[in-house]
């Protein structure tokens, strides 16, 4: 899809994880349409890579890192009309590998900041008369794989959150949806090949479950995340989007 430049005109828009990968590649994209962007990064090791943004630090698995992120958003620009829920983190392991400690802290991470972001960003978009919220699921959330019983459950989650997510605010005008990515080339997976036992088998299994021939690039996850926070998908709500180059197809 190509760049609209004045799409996002004027809409605040806070993408959490913001600092690398799909985070960083949809602010980069938004802004180019007109955004304000505020960037959410956990700690200032980020910081360079969104200068071009305001950003704060937001720790998605608190509440209170969640209300002062608010706060500061209705102090300094009135308020909220995007959130992109996007932080979270990919580990590997089995059931029997994954301890209750190792459980917890990806479900706080991935589902539980999703959700603390929703429920502190909706008031905030009530207020102005609408708005829209993109999730970052998973295409593991809705087919599953080997290694990420962990992960693949905090994804399925949050494609049935979004959706009970849209039936309770589309009267406010609050649009949520999600999207669905396969093999993303960014440091979360080459980091999950590099930590697997044969990386270069690992890598060319993951090549043989897309059609398309390939691993996506974090600008046509952030493409489809801008399309679903524009008016463009003004009559879309509590959708699962794939983008996985024909992964959930095969």
């Keep these: 899809m190509g760049i609209m430049t004045d799409r996002f005109k004027n809409k ?30 956990l700690d200032d090791t980020q910081a ?3 200068n071009e943004y305001e950003a704060i630090k937001l720790d998605v698995r608190h509440e209170e890192s969640w ?15 995007v959130l992109i829920n996007n932080a979270g983190i990919s580990p590997q392991a089995t059931a029997e590998e994954t301890t209750p400690e190792f459980w917890d802290e990806v479900m706080a991470i991935n589902l539980r900041g999703s959700f603390l972001g929703c429920q502190k960003a909706i008031p905030l978009m009530r207020k102005r008369g ?9 295409i593991n959330g809705i087919r599953g794989n080997r ?30 949806n999600c999207v669905c990515p396969a093999t993303i080339d960014t440091a979360m997976a080459r980091g999950m090949m590099a930590e697997a036992p044969d990386p270069t088998l690992l890598e060319r299994q993951m090549l043989e479950k897309h059609p398309i021939g390939r691993i996506g690039q974090p600008e046509e996850v952030a493409s489809t995340i801008a399309f679903l926070a524009s008016e463009d998908a003004s009559f879309m709500t509590g959708l699962a989007i794939p983008v996985d180059g024909g992964r959930s197809i095969r």
């Design 147 to 176: 290694r990420l019983v962990a992960y693949a459950a905090t994804k399925g989650a949050i494609v049935s959150m979004t959706m009970s997510l849209a039936l309770d605010h589309s009267q406010d005008n609050i649009r949520v």
């Design 67 to 81: 209300i002062s992120a608010m706060d500061l958003l209705m102090k300094s620009h009135g308020g909220l009309d």
């Design 12 to 41: 605040v828009v806070l993408i959490t994880g913001a600092g690398q990968g799909i985070g960083l590649a949809t602010a980069r994209r938004m802004a180019s349409e007109g955004a304000i962007i505020i960037a959410g990064i």
């Design 48 to 50: 360079e890579a969104v």
């Design 130 to 138: 609408g708005g829209a919220i993109v999730n970052l699921a998973s």
